[in-house]
């Protein structure tokens, strides 16, 4: 599996808390079956935290010594959480985002949590700058319209579902919406979006599996990330029940 939502860098955001904090979370995602992760720390004037780029880059080849110190087999990769708001659009114009996997066009974008008057518009923005977007964790937006969603993905944003919505770690309503966006084809990737060593992991996964199978499961954890790692174009890119059951 390759995670393309996780905070593992650690004292970069409100994710790890310490190097040895990240190692117990990487041990965590390697027993759920994660063998590349994309560490994506928060970026811009969300309440997660603003990491800096160069810091960032440094924590995470920090942290790969580490895992191999530990003997750790998970590959790492570039990746942030670009918070949509004016400042991604300044960090844009100075080149100053980090695309999935580093190279290519498609970033990672989280919404505000306060009501967004027109997400659409502003999504339309970024993607008339030439970027492809995977909007994290559409069921966790109360605002967010079903029809609102259903007409970003038929622009090419796809979107990416937390693993732990299945068991209901984001609430009831997020739980229901992520079924039915993933029952609707609304769903495209699924990662962990861990922030701390958590111990419910293996059980989503369980869930998530029993719910649409073993094939949903590699392609919206596996198959889809790698796809969008590679520079795929949206219509490469299918919900994750397309070949599930
Ligand atoms: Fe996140």
């Not at 967004?116 to 923005?125: C, D, M, S």
């Not at 993933?182 to 996964?205: F, I, Q, S, Y």
Request: charged fraction near 25%; aromatic fraction near 6%; glycine fraction near 12%.
């Amino acid at each position: 599996m390759l995670d393309l939502h996780c905070h593992l860098l650690p004292g970069l955001d409100d994710g790890a808390t310490s190097m040895d904090t990240a190692v117990e979370m990487a041990r965590v995602l390697v027993e759920v079956g994660v063998v590349s992760a994309a560490p994506s720390p928060h970026l811009g004037s969300g309440p997660g935290g603003d990491a800096g780029l160069p810091q960032a880059a440094a924590t995470r080849e920090l942290l790969r010594g580490r895992l191999q110190e530990e003997g750790i087999d998970l590959e790492l990769l570039p990746n942030a959480e670009h918070h949509v708001c004016p400042l991604l659009f300044e960090r844009i114009a100075k080149g100053a985002v980090v695309p999935l996997g580093g190279e290519g066009k498609w970033l990672l974008v989280e919404l505000p949590w306060a009501p967004l008057a027109n997400p659409e518009a502003v999504l339309f923005r970024l993607q008339t700058l030439g970027y492809r977007l995977l909007l994290a964790h559409p069921e966790r937006y109360s605002y967010l319209e079903e029809a609102t969603l259903e007409r970003l993905v038929e622009r090419g944003v796809r979107t990416q579902l937390e693993l732990g919505s299945w068991i209901g770690v984001y609430g009831r309503r997020a739980r229901a919406r992520a079924c039915r966006f993933g029952d609707r084809g609304m769903a495209h990737v699924v990662a962990t979006d861990l922030h701390r060593p958590e111990e419910w992991l293996g059980k989503a996964r369980q869930v998530f599996e029993k719910r649409y199978g073993a094939t949903a499961l590699k392609l919206g954890w596996s198959i889809n990330p790698r796809r969008l790692i590679g520079q795929a174009t949206p219509d490469e890119i299918p919900c994750f029940l397309e070949g599930g059951n």
